[in-house]
């Protein structure tokens, strides 16, 4: 049972545009997402995150939207650059409950 | 550089053996976290200890184990190995362990399992 779903496995973005990455989940507890950024033969690093109580959280290029009617967060990279490339994991977490569940990664290509 | 310490960075096992997987938090954080990444899947917790404790008990099979020490660094046990445990296990620690704490994850140990 997927909580938290990354439908997307690549996503290839031009430099200078946008890149927006989605993420799914299901279960209604969940109150605070994130996400992290992983590069080859390196654990994944923190990115950005967003409670529930708010829609959006922006950090210089990236922006974090959540939707809780919908059960859905989305990453926007803008402008993309090709250090950006790389697998971007969500994550959700119910924090009364203690847990956190990932999703299983979107890898990001930005090309030059 | 995360400040989070795994070792070995690699290990190769055969069936049925038991290896053990170390973790060092970075200084200062009280919780360690463990997760289990297998080829084309997302991180999947395994477990939380907080100062010794432990916390929180995700998708852990009863052939694995872990614990923190009181100098909190923590080990990861897997025993009756199966091919299937073949993965990259990760150790993150974060400062206070509340599910809103950024987690600072190490750099893995890829198991091979043969």
């Known amino acids: 049972d997927q909580q938290v779903k990354q439908n997307s496995p690549s996503l290839s973005v031009q430099e200078g545009r946008i890149s927006i990455l989605n993420c799914d989940y299901t279960n209604s507890m969940f109150d605070y997402f994130l996400w992290y950024k992983k590069y080859p033969a390196e654990g994944p690093t923190f990115l950005i995150s967003?409670?529930?109580?708010?829609d959006k959280n922006e950090d210089g290029r990236f922006t974090v939207f959540l939707n809780k009617s919908a059960k859905h967060l989305s990453l926007h990279i803008v402008p993309s650059q090709p250090g950006d490339s790389a697998v971007y994991f969500c994550?959700?977490?119910?924090?009364?409950?203690?847990?956190?569940?990932f999703g299983a990664g979107t890898r990001l290509f930005v090309k030059a | 550089d995360s400040g989070v310490t795994q070792t070995p960075k690699h290990l190769i096992t055969a069936t049925g053996q038991r290896v053990t997987l170390r973790c060092s938090p970075r200084?200062?954080?009280?919780?360690v976290y463990w997760y289990q990444q297998s080829l084309d899947q997302g991180l999947q917790f395994l477990i939380q200890y907080y100062n010794g404790e432990e916390r929180a008990k995700g998708n852990i099979l009863e052939r694995f184990s872990a614990q923190q020490f009181p100098d909190l660094h923590s080990e990861l046990n897997l025993s009756s190995l199966e091919l299937g445990d073949s993965a990259l296990y990760f150790c993150?620690?974060?400062?206070?362990?509340?599910?809103?704490?950024?987690?600072?994850f190490g750099p893995g140990t890829r198991l091979t399992v043969l």
């Open positions: 967003i409670s529930s109580i708010k």
């Open positions: 200084s200062g954080d009280l919780s």
């Open positions: 993150a620690s974060s400062s206070a362990g509340g599910m809103e704490d950024t987690q600072y």
């Open positions: 994550a959700a977490s119910d924090t009364g409950g203690f847990k956190t569940i």
